[in-house]
Every structure is written in C-alpha cells, then in structure tokens.
C-alpha cells in the first residue's frame, strides 16, 4: 500500500524555467533576463533580501488564473514582481523539499504574500486575485545558475543516464535526475 510520503514524492515530469526576472532596487521596474547566477542572497543583479527570501518563485498555470480573477487580457511576469515562473510543476508539492533549479539548489520556505502594488499593476481587485496565487518564497542552500528552459526536479528524485545534466542540456559528464512514470518503477 503506498503512503502519503510515497505519493508526495512522486511527480510526473521535471517543470520547466518559463521566465526569469531581477530589479536592480526595492521598487524599480522588472527586467527579463535569458540566465542567472544564484548565490545564496538570491539572483546576481537583483535587489537584496533576506534569506529566507532570497528567490521568489510563481507557476505559469496560477498567471491565467490570475488574470481571469482580474478580468484581464495579459498578465505578464514583470507585473508579479517574481524572479523565477515555472511551468510544468506544482510549487506547493515541493514545499519540504529541496529543488535545482538549474544548477541550483533551493528550498521553498513560504508563501510570497502579493503586495499592495498590485492593485496598480493589475486594476481593481489585483491584491485578492493574487492572494493565494502569488508564489513562494526560496532560499538558496547551493549557489548555481539558472536559465530560461532549464529544469526545476526535485532534488530526491531518481538517478538516471548520463545524456543531460539538470538543466535538460546534453551533458556528457555527469549523471541528472530523470523522472519516471510511476508504472516505470514498477
């Protein structure tokens, strides 16, 4: 019989880097970037934060939600104020749980609350809509680099092949996580 642990340690596929962000200071607007460096006070070129702080993360499934909430054509990464929005993967599955992140490793610590800019970015009603929506809060327990469709996997997952590394690019000289459908491991 499969436990509650076994099932919470089990995800269908790796998500995916759908977008990546930094502001240089606390209320500047957000710059898409192709690629990070991440050390342990968050993303190179980003504002400081606190620890527990240090990346902050957003599914790209909870932006449509968001924008049916707000009755609006386009919600866009720069207007959620995040640095990483992922595709592919439940952020709150890997709550616990250490993440790459490319070649990063984080862990989430909690929820990132929206703040009261939202309202501006997002029209009448942009705080609630994000409520419940608005992503997470990571911090850094292994520095590394991130880049726009490089994988997010869960830092338990099962050993494979030596074809590509963490970042889902060709790699011929380390092992990466590969994920397996739960009739594979059977």
């Known amino acids: 019989?499969?436990?509650?642990?076994?099932?919470?340690?089990?995800?269908?596929?790796?998500?995916?880097?759908?977008?990546?962000?930094?502001?240089?200071?606390?209320?500047?607007?957000?710059?898409g970037v192709q690629h990070a460096e991440i050390e342990e006070t968050g993303l190179v070129g980003d504002h400081g934060r606190s620890e527990k702080r240090a990346v902050t993360l957003i599914q790209a499934e909870h932006l449509r939600?968001?924008?049916?909430?707000c009755e609006t054509q386009t919600v866009v990464p720069e207007l959620l104020r995040r640095n990483v929005v992922v595709a592919g993967i439940n952020l709150v599955a890997l709550r616990g749980r250490p993440f790459w992140l490319g070649t990063a490793l984080l862990e989430i610590t909690g929820p990132c609350?929206?703040?009261?800019?939202?309202?501006?970015?997002?029209?009448?009603?942009?705080?609630?809509?994000?409520?419940?929506?608005?992503?997470?809060?990571?911090?850094?327990?292994a520095p590394g680099i991130a880049a726009v469709d490089d994988q997010l996997v869960p830092a338990a997952a099962e050993r494979a092949s030596d074809h590509e590394d963490r970042t889902g690019r060709e790699r011929r000289d380390a092992p990466v996580t590969v994920f397996r459908t739960p009739e594979a491991r059977r």
Do not use: N
Request: glycine share 12%; net charge positive.
């Open 65 to 69: 939600v968001i924008e049916a909430l």
């Open 1 to 31: 019989m499969q436990t509650i642990a076994d099932l919470q340690s089990r995800f269908s596929r790796p998500g995916r880097i759908a977008w990546i962000g930094v502001r240089p200071a606390r209320k500047a607007p957000m710059h």
């Open 113 to 141: 609350a929206p703040c009261s800019r939202m309202e501006a970015a997002l029209g009448m009603g942009g705080y609630a809509a994000m409520r419940g929506h608005g992503g997470w809060c990571a911090r850094v327990m």
